[in-house]
């Protein structure tokens, strides 16, 4: 089965430390994106890549870093300069050729940090 | 002005009903206009996608774009139970590459009574 897969569902970690979420898709998808969902907020860009090895700020980047080694992986790692990390992650995908801009997510990981 | 505006409800109808879900936009280079349902703790899925002006129905799902009135509809007819979510609008100016351009609803929650 075709998709996008995120590891953990359910991730807790203590103040201070950094994390690192887990994002494969085996869509064949050259474009892959990180957005944090937050009640009443909706979807807020964090990270974006078109292709292996470059990626682009999104609209909340700061306390983020990402990498993008592999077509298929683009893990996320939240780090202790993040300063309101507890968020629901979505990690999507898309297509670059023609046909538009339609992205599909994975079933996301919900982070808490105490 | 937001970019898009999305009533975020909650929005409580009997089945069998119709339900109207709609979105504004400020963007006149909005070209593509996309719908994702999410369930709770879930990742968006992308239901219905459509290109400029006009209709496009899948189903029991009709998705309508106004871009005179920078206006976009999903319509849901005989509505189930199982349509309960948040759905979201989503939207796009950019051709082939999404360079992470795709904006997003904040959601509508839908809630249908049995």
């Known amino acids: 089965d075709g998709g996008i897969t995120q590891s953990p569902k359910y991730l807790f970690r203590k103040e201070g430390q950094n994390v690192t979420l887990s994002c494969e898709q085996n869509?064949?998808?050259?474009?892959m994106y990180w957005y944090r969902q937050d009640p009443g907020q909706g979807l807020r860009l964090i990270y974006y890549?078109?292709?292996?090895?470059?990626?682009q700020k999104g609209d909340i980047a700061e306390g983020y870093s990402v990498s993008r080694e592999k077509k298929e992986s683009f893990p996320l790692t939240v780090t202790s300069a993040q300063k309101n990390p507890t968020a629901f992650y979505l990690c999507?995908?898309?297509?670059?050729?023609?046909?538009?801009?339609?992205?599909?997510f994975g079933p996301g990981t919900r982070l808490t940090v105490t | 002005q937001k970019e898009v505006e999305q009533d975020p409800g909650p929005l409580s109808v009997p089945e069998g009903a119709i339900v109207s879900l709609n979105c504004t936009y400020s963007?006149?280079?909005?070209?593509?206009f996309m719908w994702y349902r999410q369930y709770s703790r879930k990742g968006p899925e992308l239901l219905m996608y459509?290109?400029?002006?006009g209709n496009k129905e899948d189903g029991r799902f009709t998705a309508q774009v106004d871009k005179s009135s920078k206006y976009i509809s999903l319509f849901i007819r005989d509505s189930q139970p199982s349509d309960s979510a948040t759905y979201l609008c989503?939207?796009?100016?950019?051709?082939?590459?999404?360079?992470?351009?795709?904006?997003f609803g904040k959601g509508t929650k839908l809630s249908v009574k049995p």
């Open positions: 999507a995908s898309s297509t670059l050729g023609t046909g538009g801009s339609e992205q599909y």
């Open positions: 869509l064949n998808h050259d474009a």
């Open positions: 890549s078109q292709i292996v090895n470059d990626f």
């Open positions: 963007n006149s280079a909005f070209q593509y």
């Open positions: 459509t290109y400029s002006s």
């Open positions: 989503a939207m796009s100016a950019r051709y082939g590459g999404s360079q992470g351009n795709l904006i």
